[in-house]
């Protein structure tokens, strides 16, 4: 199984998982949100919000196309294996 690794903050964390929880009907029956809430989500020695998905989960519709655009803006940075853990304080 591949997984990317991203870091964005908390406030662009949140947007990107209201957008994909609306557009994926969560909450839902099987799962209440697609990924875990800021709120509880790992971060780094600077508040900012880290995430590893399974490669897959980009390729799904929503996330394909919202993905591209927060990498290009900067609001999102996909970081390294390694740099993502090396990086989590909680």
């Known amino acids: 199984m591949s997984q990317r690794f991203f870091r964005a903050s908390e406030e662009v964390y949140e947007q990107a998982r209201a957008v994909l929880d609306a557009a994926w009907g969560h909450p839902g029956p099987v799962a209440v949100t697609c990924i875990e809430p800021a709120a509880t989500a790992p971060r780094d020695a600077n508040g900012m919000v ?17 993905l ?19 990086s989590i304080v909680n």
């Open 50 to 66: 880290l995430l590893a998905v399974d490669a897959e989960f980009c390729t799904y519709t929503t996330a394909s196309d919202l």
């Open 68 to 86: 591209p655009a927060m990498l290009a803006s900067g609001r999102v940075q996909e970081i390294t294996t390694e740099e993502y853990a090396a």
